[in-house]
């Protein structure tokens, strides 16, 4: 946000005043950019399926017991042991390899 902030101040504020607020609005995106940068270094990344435990996803092919659900936008393998319609709401529960084992919530209208 600061490096917009430091062109816009190099083109519409008056000689010399163009360089001091370019030059200042420069200081703090080099100071935003360490911050975050030393916010975010180390924290473990947040990928794969294992992080996909405990979501909420719909059916959109029968499970019984292998279909397919819908979880954020992306179609997965699913296993409902006891089974699950199309359109039912289903939580994850586990995975095997790139299937996802889920358990019916509630039944689709």
């Known amino acids: 946000m ?3 902030v430091a062109l816009v ?3 519409f504020l008056p000689w010399p005043w163009n360089l001091v607020g370019c030059a200042c609005a420069l200081v ?3 100071g935003e950019l360490l ?3 030393r916010r975010v270094r180390g924290q473990p990344k947040k990928v794969g399926a294992q992080n ?3 979501e909420t996803a ?3 092919s029968a499970c019984r017991p292998d279909g397919q659900v819908r979880l954020s936008g992306e179609i997965w393998a699913a ?3 006891g089974g699950a319609d199309e359109g039912d709401t289903v939580t994850v529960t586990g995975r ?3 299937t996802l084992i889920v358990e019916r919530l509630t039944a689709g209208t």
Do not use: A, E, S
Request: proline share 0%; aromatic share 20%; glycine share 4%.
């Open 96 to 98: 095997d390899k790139l």
């Open 28 to 30: 703090l995106f080099l």
């Open 79 to 81: 296993r409902c042991l």
């Open 35 to 37: 911050f975050w940068h």
């Open 2 to 4: 600061f490096l917009i």
């Open 9 to 11: 101040l190099l083109f």
């Open 52 to 54: 996909l435990v405990g």
């Open 58 to 60: 719909t059916v959109i």
